[in-house]
C-alpha cells in the first residue's frame, strides 16, 4: 500500500485535448422508488466525480462515461437499471447538456463516440447489462477499452471487485492509464490507516448488519489493530458463541453458520492473546423490530427470548467512547443500532460525536458505509471527520487484501 500512489498516474498527469477519456464511475446511486418518479435519494457519487469530469472538460477532451447501476445480472431491464436516470442531475452539475447511448458496446456506440466533440460527455448504459462484466470478460472489456484514448478510473468503491471494467480495461491502455482525483484521495486516506506512518493507537470500529462479510475482515485487521470495537448487529454472533444469551437479535444466517462459527472462534482465540477485542456491556433491547417497541436496558450477555438488542447502552457507550478519545486514528464502518429508529438512535449519535471530538484534537478518522455516513450527516457532524469514504466495501475490503485488483491494475509497467 505504502509507496502505491507513487506508481499511479492521475488525470493531473494528462492533457485530454482532443482525446476520448474513457471513465469509469460509480454512479450506482441510491433511489427512492416509492414514488412513481423514482427519484435519486443520494446524489454524493455524482457530485464526487465532478472535479475529475471539470478537469479533461478545461483541457479540451471527450469523455466517455461508464458506469454500473444496481444489480441486473446480465439482463437488460431498462424500467429498473436504466443509467439515464443520472442524466439530468449531471447534467445539472456539469452546467452541460450529457449524451447518451443505449448500449455500451456495439457499432451504435462507436458511431456515438465518432461524433463527439471536445467538451462533450457521452454516457453509456450500465455495463451490468452484459453478464461479462461482472465475470471480466476480456473479450468485453476490449470492446469498452476501443471506444477511448486514455483510461481513468474514478470508480474506487468498485476496485475490489475484478470486473472487465476495473480490472480488465486497464491492460488495454498501457501506459494511457490514471486515476481520477476522488480515487487518489481515497488510497492516500487508506494509507493513513494502513500506511507506514499510521498513528497509533489505532481503533477499528465495526457495526451494522452486513455480519458475513465483515467477519472475513476481522481476521485480518487482528495484527494491525490495537483496539477492535464491534457493536450493531455484528456483536450478537460473538456473544452467542462466548454463550450469552442474545434472544432474538441479529445473527447469522443459517447456510453460513458452520463456516462462520470457525472464523469467530478464531477471532476471539487469537484476539485473547492480544486483548484488543471488546464487546457492548450493556444493550437497549425491544419487544419488536419497531420505533414504538417497548425497550429495556439489559446485559448483553443476558437477552431474554423473544427480546432483541437494537442499540448499545450507557455503559458501553462509556467503554467505547473512553476507547476512542485514547485513539489516534479511527476507522468506523457500521451503526451501533437501527438508528434509523429514533429511540434506537443514540448509541450511534454518541459514537459519532466521541470520533468528531476525537478529530477535533488532532486523531485522523475515516469513515466509510452509506449508513455509517447517513447517520453523521443525521448529526451534522460530516465536516468534523478527516475523510468520508464513498466505497464502504471496497475499504474494508483493503483491510483484506491490502491491494485492490482494481488499484493493481493502474500501476504502470
Ligand atoms: P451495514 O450495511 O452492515 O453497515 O448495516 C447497516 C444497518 O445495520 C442499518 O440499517 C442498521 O439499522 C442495522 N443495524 C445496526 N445495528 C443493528 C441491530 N442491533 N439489529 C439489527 N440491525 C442493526
Redesign the pocket.
Known amino acids: 500500500m505504502e509507496n502505491i500512489i507513487d506508481k499511479i498516474k492521475t488525470v493531473n498527469d494528462f492533457n485530454f485535448k482532443n482525446k476520448v477519456a474513457l471513465v469509469r464511475v460509480d454512479f450506482n446511486v441510491p433511489v427512492d422508488r416509492s414514488k412513481s418518479s423514482h427519484k435519486i435519494s443520494d446524489d454524493t457519487r455524482i457530485q464526487y466525480s465532478i472535479p475529475t469530469l471539470k478537469k479533461i472538460i478545461s483541457d479540451y477532451g471527450k469523455i466517455v462515461l461508464i458506469s454500473h447501476f444496481g444489480r441486473p445480472k446480465g439482463s437488460l431491464n431498462r424500467d429498473h437499471n436504466s443509467l439515464k436516470i443520472i442524466i439530468p442531475l449531471l447534467s445539472k452539475q456539469l452546467k452541460i447538456p450529457i449524451k447518451f447511448s443505449d448500449n455500451c458496446i456495439g457499432e451504435n456506440v462507436k458511431k456515438n463516440v465518432k461524433m463527439l466533440k471536445n467538451k462533450e460527455i457521452l454516457l453509456l448504459e450500465n455495463l451490468r447489462f452484459y453478464k461479462e462484466e461482472e465475470e471480466g470478460n476480456e473479450k468485453f472489456a476490449l470492446k469498452l477499452a476501443n471506444l477511448g484514448d486514455i483510461y481513468v478510473n474514478e470508480a474506487f468503491s468498485v476496485s475490489h471487485r475484478s470486473h472487465a471494467s476495473i480490472s480488465v480495461i486497464p491492460k488495454f491502455f498501457d501506459q494511457k492509464k490514471c486515476i481520477g482525483l476522488l480515487m487518489k484521495k481515497e488510497i492516500q486516506s487508506l494509507n493513513k490507516v494502513l500506511g507506514k506512518n499510521k498513528k497509533k493507537p489505532i481503533s477499528i470500529l465495526l457495526?451494522?448488519?452486513?455480519?458475513y462479510s465483515?467477519i472475513k475482515i476481522i481476521e485480518s485487521i487482528i495484527h494491525f489493530a490495537d483496539n477492535i470495537l464491534i457493536?450493531?448487529?455484528?456483536?450478537?454472533p460473538f456473544i452467542k458463541e462466548k454463550g450469552g444469551n442474545v434472544g432474538n437479535?441479529?445473527v447469522i444466517e443459517k447456510d453460513e453458520n458452520e463456516k462462520t462459527k470457525r472464523i469467530l472462534k478464531n477471532i476471539i482465540e487469537k484476539c485473547r492473546k492480544k486483548n484488543n477485542l471488546f464487546f457492548p456491556k450493556d444493550?437497549v433491547i425491544a419487544d419488536s423490530?419497531h420505533n414504538h417497541a417497548t425497550k429495556k436496558i439489559v446485559s448483553i450477555y443476558s437477552i431474554p427470548n423473544g427480546w432483541?438488542?437494537?442499540?448499545i447502552a450507557s455503559s458501553s457507550i462509556k467503554y467505547f467512547c473512553d476507547i476512542i478519545n485514547e485513539s489516534n486514528t479511527i476507522f468506523w464502518?457500521?451503526?451501533?443500532?437501527?438508528?434509523?429508529?429514533p429511540n434506537f438512535s443514540l448509541g450511534?449519535k454518541s459514537i459519532a460525536k466521541a470520533i468528531a471530538n476525537a478529530t477535533e484534537r488532532g486523531a485522523f478518522s475515516l469513515v466509510g458505509?452509506?449508513?455509517?455516513i447517513s447517520s453523521l450527516k443525521i448529526e451534522k457532524l460530516e465536516k468534523k471527520i478527516s475523510y468520508l469514504s464513498t466505497g464502504?466495501g471496497a475499504m474494508l475490503e483493503s483491510f483484506k487484501n491490502q491491494i485492490l485488483p482494481g488499484i493493481k491494475a493502474m500501476i504502470s509497467s
Open positions: 457495526g451494522g448488519s452486513k455480519i465483515k457493536g450493531g448487529g455484528m456483536a450478537y437479535s441479529i444493550v423490530f432483541m438488542g437494537l442499540d464502518n457500521g451503526p451501533l443500532g437501527v438508528f434509523e429508529f450511534t458505509g452509506g449508513d455509517t464502504g
